[in-house]
């Protein structure tokens, strides 16, 4: 059984937010009630294990994994911006903000500093760091019998959220991964674009399911991995849809099945088509295609959910559509 250690409960990088902290950034009314108004929250990670929500969400405000894979920075920024834009949804019978603990934000500040002019290099080593961080707290989500929602970041921390998972269940993970990019690339040094063959090739992910691959932009690499293990990775292409070879609802609902069992779910926002990330691309899916299949795991317990990769600010509508995204997730498995 997992037990919390000295080095858990003190994570210095861990932001723990408390009510005082949500109720400045949510725009009260009279006759409604926001999410900002009813988030549980604690003072220390010990106390998940006493709370009553049954989803936990953390930020994650890095974006150095991403850099590390020549991408586009931007992500450190977009749990700042989502923060407030989830204190200010509407409670409803079908969304009880006690049933949610907003826990704080795992922050990288000196790690950002020292990303700065590092070479490739220096980058990956960095993300070493953060993948014993995320690691850390992952696990201890997790031991707490909770389901996490990870929001920002780079799609390198898909790694240390699939170790954790296993680790804790003591078993090899799924996972569906909704991407442009498999993200599967060679074992070269810690990066955004390999996250998902690190926890492969360590034993901590068995069935890897993809969808919405980009032909253009991966890598002949990916197919001799696809082909050599067909029994435990799954990729749809987003062309497959397109040649009519099957359509989105039915491969989201193959790679449901290929997943069965102990199961996350993984949302690269470079998969939506026009939405600012750091690997944008001018098609792929819709938002309300996404919107789809999330409601579609319902009656699938998954395990967590992890939104990457996307770059908000004031005048984008990226933090509104991640809003969505959590709160369609925390519908679709509450029921």
Known sequence: MYLLTENATKMSRLHIYSSADLLPLTFCRDGETKLGQEFATVSSLEQLTTSAARFVVVGLAE?????????????????????????NIQCSEKLVGADVLLLGCLTFEEELKQAKGADKVQLRTLVNTIDKAVVKLAQAIFAARKVPIFIGGGHNNAYPILKAFSQINNQ???????????????????????????????????KYAVLGLHENYNSQYLGTELSNNTDRLQATYFEDFLTGKTTPEQAFENALVFTR????????????????????SPTGFTAEQIRSFIYQTKGTKLGYLHIC????????LVAKLIGYLVSDFIKAQSN
């Open 63 to 87: 974006d150095i994994g991403v850099l590390a894979n020549g991408g586009k920075p931007g992500a450190a920024n977009t749990w700042s911006e989502v923060f407030p834009v989830l204190c």
């Open 172 to 206: 090899l993970v799924n996972t569906i991964n909704i991407d442009a990019h498999a993200d599967f690339r060679a074992l070269e040094g810690r990066h955004s674009g390999n996250g998902f063959s690190y926890a492969f090739q360590e034993s901590f992910l068995h």
């Open 261 to 280: 069992g102990l199961c996350g779910l993984e949302v690269d926002l470079d998969s939506i088509a026009g939405i600012s990330a750091s690997a944008a």
């Open 309 to 316: 990769e996307g770059i908000a600010n004031a005048e984008n």
